[in-house]
Antibody, heavy 123, light 106 residues
Framework: QVTLRESGPALVKPTQTLTLTCTFS??????????VTWIRQPPGKALEWLAR???????FYSTSLKTRLTISKDTSKNQVVLTMTNMDPVDTATYYC???????????????WGQGTLVTVSS | DIQMTQSPSSLSASVGDRVTITCRAS??????LNWYQQKAGKAPNLLIY???SLQSGVPSRFSGSGSGTDFTLTITSLQPEDFATYYC?????????FGPGTKVDI
C-alpha cells in the first residue's frame, strides 16, 4: 500500500525559508522508474507543479521558481525534502507531495498523492 | 515551458448529461497528457494517462482522446460523484505543467 505524508510548518513569515518533508511508504525511490514530485495549490486556485526528483537523483524544477527551490531525497529514510527560499504571501498554498511512476517506461503518471499540507505565509 | 489551457473554465450540468472538456497544449505533446479529478478539500485523482488510457479503477464513463496539441475528456452519463474540478497535465516535458482546471457543477 502506497502512502505519502507531508510535514512542515503551517505558518512561515515573509522572507523565511520553507522546508517540507514528504515521508512515504509502499515503494522505494531507489527502484527504477520511481519519482516523487511536489505540487502546490493556492486556496481556490489551480494546481502548480513545483519540482521532481527521480530514482537516479535527476532533479527538475519549475522554471518560474527554480531559483528558490531545492529538492533532495534520503532513500534510507524514505523521505523527500523540498526547500523554498524567500517565502512571500503569494506562496500561501496547500503543498502536496506525490509519487510519479514511469509506467511501461513511457508514461509519467502521478498515481498517489499525500493529503496535502496548508502553508500560510504571513507576518 | 509548455503552457496548457482548458475550456470551459466551468460548466453546469445535470446527472445523466454527457460532458466534454477540452485541453490544449502550446506545442505538440504527442499523447503525453494526463487527466485528474479533484473534489473539494481532497488531493487530485488520476483518471486518464497517455491521453486515452483509463487508469485502473476509474469508471468506464470517463474517456480521453486527442494527440498533438488538442485533447478531450468526456464523461458519458454524469453521476453525482463526478461533480468536481478536472485538470489536464502534460508530461512530454520534464517540467510538468497543469491546465487551469474545469469545474463541473450542477
Amino acid at each position: 500500500q502506497v502512502t505519502l505524508r507531508e510535514s512542515g510548518p503551517a505558518l512561515v513569515k515573509p522572507t523565511q525559508t520553507l522546508t517540507l518533508t514528504c515521508t512515504f511508504s509502499g515503494f522505494s525511490l531507489s527502484t527504477s522508474e520511481m519519482c516523487v514530485t511536489w505540487i502546490r495549490q493556492p486556496p481556490g486556485k489551480a494546481l502548480e507543479w513545483l519540482a521532481r526528483i527521480d530514482w537516479d537523483d535527476d532533479k527538475f524544477y519549475s522554471t518560474s521558481l527554480k531559483t528558490r527551490l531545492t529538492i533532495s531525497k534520503d532513500t534510507s529514510k524514505n523521505q523527500v525534502v523540498l526547500t523554498m527560499t524567500n517565502m512571500d504571501p503569494v506562496d500561501t498554498a496547500t503543498y502536496y507531495c506525490a509519487r510519479i511512476l514511469l509506467y511501461r517506461s513511457r508514461w509519467y503518471i502521478v498515481d498517489y498523492w499525500g493529503q496535502g499540507t496548508l502553508v500560510t505565509v504571513s507576518s | 515551458d509548455i503552457q496548457m489551457t482548458q475550456s470551459p473554465s466551468s460548466l453546469s450540468a445535470s446527472v445523466g448529461d454527457r460532458v466534454t472538456i477540452t485541453c490544449r497544449a502550446s506545442q505538440s505533446i504527442t499523447t503525453y497528457l494526463n487527466w485528474y479529478q479533484q473534489k473539494a478539500g481532497k488531493a487530485p485523482n488520476l483518471l486518464i494517462y497517455g491521453a486515452s488510457s483509463l487508469q485502473s479503477g476509474v469508471p468506464s464513463r470517463f474517456s480521453g482522446s486527442g494527440s498533438g496539441t488538442d485533447f478531450t475528456l468526456t464523461i458519458t452519463s454524469l453521476q453525482p460523484e463526478d461533480f468536481a474540478t478536472y485538470y489536464c497535465q502534460q508530461s512530454y516535458s520534464s517540467l510538468f505543467t497543469f491546465g487551469p482546471g474545469t469545474k463541473v457543477d450542477i
